[in-house]
Nanobody, 124 residues
Framework: VQLQASGGGLVQAGGSLRLSCAAS????????MGWFRQAPGKEREFVAAISWSGGSIYYADSVKGRFTISRDNAKNTVYLQMNSLKPEDTAVYYC??????????????????WGQGTEVTVSS
C-alpha cells in the first residue's frame, strides 16, 4: 500500500488547510485511516482516525472541534480539514493505514502503512 499525503503549506493563525492522503496498491475501503503529526524536536503524536466505513471517528483532544477527518472510499482518499489553526499545529503531518479497519486507534504501532508526510506551518 502506498500513501501520498498532500495539501500542506504556510497559513496564518486562524486560517484553514485541507490535507489529502491518496492510497494505492491495496484495499483502501477496508482500512482504518489515521493522521499523525510530528513537530520539530517532538515525538510523533496522534491527530485523528476514522474506521473503514467512517462510522467511528476519534480525535486527539488538542484538535477536537477544529479538525475534521473524512474519507471517500470511491476515491481511495482520506482528508483532514483543519480550521482555526494555531502556531502549535505546526508539524509534518502523516497519514497511515491500519489493516484492521473496524478499530480507530491512537497508537502508531497499530498502523502498518505510512505516507511520506506533508508540512504544515502556522504563523502567528
Amino acid at each position: 500500500v502506498q500513501l501520498q499525503a498532500s495539501g500542506g503549506g504556510l497559513v496564518q493563525a486562524g486560517g484553514s488547510l485541507r490535507l489529502s492522503c491518496a492510497a494505492s496498491g491495496g484495499t483502501f475501503s477496508s482500512y482504518a485511516m489515521g493522521w499523525f503529526r510530528q513537530a520539530p524536536g517532538k515525538e510523533r503524536e496522534f491527530v485523528a482516525a476514522i474506521s473503514w466505513s467512517g462510522g467511528s471517528i476519534y480525535y486527539a483532544d488538542s484538535v477536537k472541534g477544529r479538525f475534521t477527518i473524512s474519507r471517500d472510499n470511491a476515491k481511495n482518499t482520506v482528508y483532514l480539514q483543519m480550521n482555526s489553526l494555531k502556531p502549535e499545529d505546526t508539524a509534518v503531518y502523516y497519514c497511515a493505514a491500519d489493516e484492521l479497519g473496524l478499530r480507530v486507534g491512537a497508537h502508531a504501532a497499530r498502523y502498518e502503512y505510512w505516507g511520506q508526510g506533508t508540512e504544515v506551518t502556522v504563523s502567528s
